[in-house]
């Protein structure tokens, strides 16, 4: 059985609600103007709740992009990391940078990753997207999951490029 939406709900729930909201026009006004405000209420967040979920749809994606975990503290260091990862792929897009194939790490050999959600235009994603397809197919790389090239790995590889790790001292320990 398909999931009911808010908006299903709140049309099975209207005509009870607005009985109860007549009964009580008389007998208690303050009770009825409140209900009827908490229905007008319903009826905008549902409709706003519509208006993001097509807006979502149609013109952002959001990423978790996974980066290492000391990337993922400095890269805040950036005042816009939406600009970043912007560059990164218009970078690649251009043909000024070429990120490396993606290289699955064997289980419980890689490093850790954290996820920096971003939100970013799908016309760039899917401009991005075809790319890394293009690219893989052209140097014959892997499409197995974890190993193919996608927004995700070209963001996170150009946030790597422009955060380094910092160097580690080993003659000093």
Do not use: C
């Not at 208006?51 to 005042?79: C, H, M, W």
């Not at 792929?89 to 990120?99: D, I, M, Q, S, V």
């Amino acid at each position: 059985m398909p999931r009911r939406t808010k908006r299903d709900q709140l049309e099975d729930a209207r005509p009870h609600v607005q009985e109860l909201l007549d009964s009580l026009t008389d007998k208690r006004p303050q009770q009825a103007e409140a209900l009827g405000v908490v229905l007008a209420l319903a009826e905008d967040a549902v409709r706003d709740t519509e208006a993001q979920a097509a807006l979502d749809a149609n013109l952002d994606k959001t990423f978790a992009i996974p980066v290492e975990s000391g990337l993922f503290l400095r890269s805040y260091e950036s005042p816009n990391i939406k600009a970043e990862i912007t560059e990164g792929w218009e970078a690649f897009l251009n043909g000024k940078w070429e990120p490396t194939q993606p290289v699955r790490a064997a289980r419980g050999t890689g490093v850790s990753k954290s996820p920096v959600n971003v939100r970013m235009p799908k016309e760039l994603v899917d401009r991005v997207e075809a790319a890394a397809d293009q690219m893989v197919a052209d140097k014959g790389w892997s499409t197995t999951r974890g190993s193919k090239l996608t927004a995700r790995h070209v963001a996170a590889q150009w946030l790597a490029l422009k955060y380094p790790a910092p160097e580690t001292d080993t003659a000093a320990e």
